[in-house]
């Protein structure tokens, strides 16, 4: 009788038991999941690299075949380096609809301009392939990677970086040709990220409604960062530099700071670029803006040594 109630006792855990189960497991979790998000990130950030490969690899394709760079956009009708190049990515389905008799924004585009193209996006990026509204009401799908078009004078005014003559990046309105880049193909960009518009984002996280930065920069309205659709001729960027909280410039920063016209991304530590000889490279957000300043400046005899 004893012996057949040992043997019909329930063997189990206590309630002691299971939560010190639980609170290991809770634990042990804590500890992987950092490690998972990283693994992630480094294989978004790989992705957008390879992204900005294949850019690059289009911009000395189309060169080769034009004898000179995309250009920013084109003078009148507006046609941007992001078009330009689009035979190049193995997108003719959209360079084949897009008409370049007509201005960019003309209703014969319409539905070739909101269009996203995964090359044109970085993987990292919270909310990537929205809408935005750009001249005229009309939709067009936005672009992660976009040329430097000037360092202002609005920094050099305020002493964050040294006067130039020659202020002008690779990628602009005017004809530029590999014989054009006196500093050299090794030292100029030729894209950055500045990734996240049309929604504002300033140091990581969305940023007010509303940002009057205070030095001719776009202003932001809504909470709308302008000049991020890929057809858009305003999507080049200058250099102003930022101040620490990312709303007023100029300031010290370079990147990662804001995405309202200025260099940014969401990768931890700083973002990726392309240079004019096809490489890719991720520069820390601790840059000296004297060096990035450099980097996009494409006939100021500058050579960088590091970046």
């Known amino acids: 009788m004893i012996g057949n109630l040992v043997r019909s006792r329930r063997v189990g855990f206590t309630l002691i038991e299971l939560l010190v189960v639980i609170a290991i497991i809770a634990v042990l979790i804590g500890l992987l999941l950092p490690a998972v998000q990283a693994a992630r990130e480094a294989t978004r950030r790989m992705s957008c690299s390879n992204n900005m490969r294949q850019i690059g690899l289009a911009a000395q394709n189309y060169h080769s075949l034009y004898k000179m760079f995309p250009r920013q956009a084109l003078p009148n009708r507006g046609h941007t380096w992001a078009v330009a190049i689009m035979p190049f990515l193995e997108r003719v389905d959209l360079f084949s609809s897009y008409d370049f008799s007509v201005d960019w924004n003309n209703s014969r585009n319409h539905d070739t301009i909101d269009k996203k193209v995964s090359t044109y996006t970085c ?158 490279h991720f520069i820390s957000e601790q840059i000296d803006i004297e060096v990035y300043a450099s980097l996009i400046t494409k006939a100021e005899l500058e050579v960088i040594s590091a970046f």
């Open 123 to 280: 993987p990292s990026t919270p909310i990537s392939g929205l809408l935005d509204r750009a001249g005229g009401g009309v939709m067009t799908a936005t672009t992660d990677y976009v040329p430097h078009g000037v360092v202002t004078s609005t920094i050099m005014n305020a002493g964050f970086v040294k006067r130039r003559k020659k202020p002008f990046g690779l990628i602009n309105r005017s004809v530029t040709r590999m014989r054009d880049v006196f500093d050299g193909l090794s030292n100029t960009m030729l894209l950055t990220e500045d990734a996240g518009r049309p929604q504002f984002y300033v140091n990581g996280r969305l940023g007010p409604s509303t940002n009057d930065n205070g030095c001719g920069n776009l202003n932001v309205a809504n909470g709308r960062a302008k000049g991020g659709g890929w057809a858009d001729p305003q999507n080049f960027i200058p250099l102003h530099g930022f101040s620490d909280d990312g709303l007023s410039c100029s300031g010290p920063w370079a990147i990662n700071k804001t995405n309202n016209n200025e260099a940014y991304s969401f990768h931890p530590g700083g973002l990726q670029i392309n240079l004019a000889d096809g490489s890719t």
